[in-house]
């Protein structure tokens, strides 16, 4: 993997554990075990303040990763289910909870193909012969954003945050795994 | 189906098309597939309906942009483009039949001057599928997709509950119609942008259907 690759990987502090995500979405009961049982759990992503807002893929990306087989549920409650949606070209997935590093390649194998399902309509007729160059984005343009949570051995929680081009997506998860098994070893 | 496609479509470039004649018929043979409860019929009518509509929406656009409505062609582009990624995400097979109006969109988008948009955003809090009317739920999904075509028909989301939280400028819009426009002390929309490479290229397209290949440098698109 070449150097460049790391950098589109941003480490910060985690906004919330697992349990204090669960608490916050004022989950309970016997939804609140199912949740904690899922490999893959979307959370809010707090985009312009509202803190239990979620992406605006979130119902596109849930169907195409339970499609794929994925354990995956969204951290909330039915009813209090809310979108942000924001209108710029950039793919933005949200916050990915996952139950173990194990699960990561997985889901980033998930979000290449979902992004590279949604630009290969606008990609098949990108190729104009005669000009001899790309009139339509190519996918290795898209930019993508999202942010995978996890807890270190302590129990804190830590932010992965992606910021790049579509095409990078399945590239990174051996750097990702190996960050997140050094965190957790520590 | 693929030859079925090319004889609509080579029909579709011959001067004096009748395109709205072309689909008040379809849509009517649409409804009765839709009635019949067959799907597939009605699905591949939904896809030759998109198809006349797209080329008739680029004549039109061709015609805007000649009367130098430098703007409303802008958005009419942007129609096409949509037109087109639902069409291809439903149908891949009419590729053949849009890729040379998508080049001459994309082409065309190139020589505009504008670079800031506005990115409105959004609290969606309710919103009902167009196919069942049902309100999504996201631990109970409805079988339908958006953007995927049943029985004739587009899936959508209707946004029934909504709030405007705020607007960002961007340079990569999802909406390319968002262009930031200046008023002028009268509260009156100011058009201030440099449209020489759209007069430039309007010269160049004289026919609808006709390939244009440009050669564009940086301080073209500068």
């Known amino acids: ?186 | 189906m693929k030859q079925e496609i090319n004889d609509s479509a080579s029909l579709m470039l011959q001067d004096g098309f009748d395109f709205d004649k072309k689909l008040s018929e379809l849509e009517m043979e649409k409804k009765h597939e839709q009635q019949m409860k067959n799907e597939v019929e009605a699905n591949k009518l939904w896809a030759v309906i998109q198809l006349v509509e797209i080329y008739k929406e680029f004549v039109n656009l061709f015609h805007i942009l000649h009367e130098g409505k430098y703007y409303d062609a802008w958005c009419k582009a942007e129609e096409i483009e949509i037109s087109i990624h639902f069409l291809l995400r439903n149908f891949p097979a009419f590729d053949v039949c849009v890729k040379d109006i998508a080049i001459t969109v994309s082409n065309l988008q190139r020589m505009y001057p504008y670079r800031l948009f506005i990115s409105a955003v959004y609290k969606i809090k309710k919103e009902k599928c167009t196919i069942c009317g049902k309100t999504v739920s996201i631990r109970n999904l409805c079988p339908h997709v958006c953007g995927k075509v049943y029985n004739g028909e587009l899936c959508q989301r209707e946004v029934e509950q909504c709030e405007l939280i705020g607007a960002d400028i961007v340079t990569n819009p999802e909406h390319k119609y968002s262009v930031l426009f200046p008023k002028d002390d009268n509260h009156k929309t100011v058009d201030h942008y440099d449209y020489t490479n759209v007069e430039r290229f309007s010269k160049v397209w004289i026919r609808p259907f006709m390939r244009i290949t440009i050669k564009l440098s940086s301080s073209d698109l500068n």
């Open chain 1, 1 to 186: 993997m070449d150097k460049g690759n790391i950098n589109l990987i941003e480490t910060t502090k985690g906004v919330r554990t697992l349990q204090e995500w669960l608490d916050f979405q004022n989950i309970h009961g016997e939804l609140r075990d199912r949740l904690q049982s899922a490999d893959i759990l979307l959370l809010p992503t707090g985009y312009m303040n509202e803190e239990h807002g979620f992406a605006s893929s979130t119902e596109a990306f849930l169907r195409f990763a339970r499609g794929q087989g994925a354990k995956i549920d969204v951290c909330t409650n039915d009813d209090e289910f809310a979108i942000v949606e924001l209108n710029s070209n950039t793919i933005r997935l949200g916050r990915f909870h996952i139950k173990s590093s194990t699960v990561l390649s997985i889901l980033l194998g998930i979000i290449s193909n979902f992004c590279y399902d949604g630009i290969k309509s606008t990609a098949s007729y990108i190729k104009d012969d005669d000009a001899q160059e790309q009139v339509v984005v190519p996918i290795n343009e898209h930019e993508v954003e999202f942010t995978i949570s996890t807890e270190d051995s302590s129990g804190n929680a830590i932010d992965y945050n992606y910021k790049g081009p579509a095409e990078e997506v399945k590239n990174v998860s051996e750097e990702l795994t190996k960050l997140i098994n050094e965190t957790r070893d520590k």
